[in-house]
T-cell receptor, first 110, second 112 residues
Framework: SQTIHQWPATLVQPVGSPLSLECTVE??????LYWYRQAAGRGLQLLFY??????ISSEVPQNLSASRPQDRQFILSSKKLLLSDSGFYLC?????????FGPGTRLTVT | KQEVTQIPAALSVPEGENLVLNCSFT??????LQWFRQDPGKGLTSLLL?????REQTSGRLNASLDKSSGRSTLYIAASQPGDSATYLC???????????FGTGTRLKVLA
């Protein structure tokens, strides 16, 4: 079965600093990959998804970007963080239409 | 545009009760409906996946049903235990897309 790794687990960054969150997947090949953000007390917001290497679809126009340099690697980045970027970031993959999630990264922008 | 709603937002029950969590979606054109559990500060754990051609799925004390025509799914938890305390989310996979639309969840507390 697939395993999703995310790091770091927690991150505190000042406004205006860059961001790089990494997600890697084990146990499956050619997965569809997803980045979600969950704000406190709210549902999951889909940020990006990818159906293959180098293929990125953006759902929310903002100062975040995503890249997929390898089949099982998905990276979320920002050049300059905003206070509103704070939240719980979750990476997910899909195998046979079922979604599986990583442990998440808690980002606090100060 | 698909919208997913979960009612109630929060639920508190005594241990041993059977309970039903509700999930409704506005567009019946879905591939499947998936139920998840989320513990505080953790990622989501998949509980049950119901394909669009199926009516229900069962795993242990959990049973999920799907009625596409009415845009509803229910998660039935039998003989609830304090360890079942968590937030339960449902997600609809839109047909023709790669997108999963999530509800905002039901926060369940089972009292010992």
């Amino acid at each position: 079965s697939q395993t999703i790794h995310q790091w770091p687990a927690t991150l505190v960054q000042p406004v205006g600093s860059p961001l790089s969150l990494e997600c890697t997947v084990e146990g499956t090949s050619n997965p569809n990959l997803y980045w979600y953000r969950q704000a406190a007390g709210r549902g999951l917001q889909l940020l990006f998804y990818s159906v293959g290497i180098g293929q990125i679809s953006s759902e929310v126009p903002q100062n975040l970007s995503a890249s997929r340099p390898q089949d099982r690697q998905f990276i979320l980045s920002s050049k300059k963080l905003l206070l509103s970027d704070s939240g719980f970031y979750l990476c997910a993959c899909t195998t046979s239409y079922e979604q599986y999630f990583g442990p998440g990264t808690r980002l606090t922008v100060t | 545009k698909q919208e997913v709603t979960q009612i109630p937002a929060a639920l508190s029950v005594p241990e041993g009760e059977n309970l039903v969590l509700n999930c409704s979606f506005t567009d019946s054109a879905i591939y499947n409906l998936q139920w998840f559990r989320q513990d505080p500060g953790k990622g989501l754990t998949s509980l049950l996946l119901i394909q669009s051609s199926q009516r229900e799925q069962t795993s242990g004390r959990l049973n999920a049903s799907l009625d596409k025509s009415s845009g509803r799914s229910t998660l039935y938890i039998a003989a609830s235990q304090p360890g079942d305390s968590a937030t339960y989310l449902c997600a609809a996979h839109d047909s023709g897309t790669y997108k999963y639309i999530f509800g905002t969840g039901t926060r369940l507390k089972v009292l010992a």
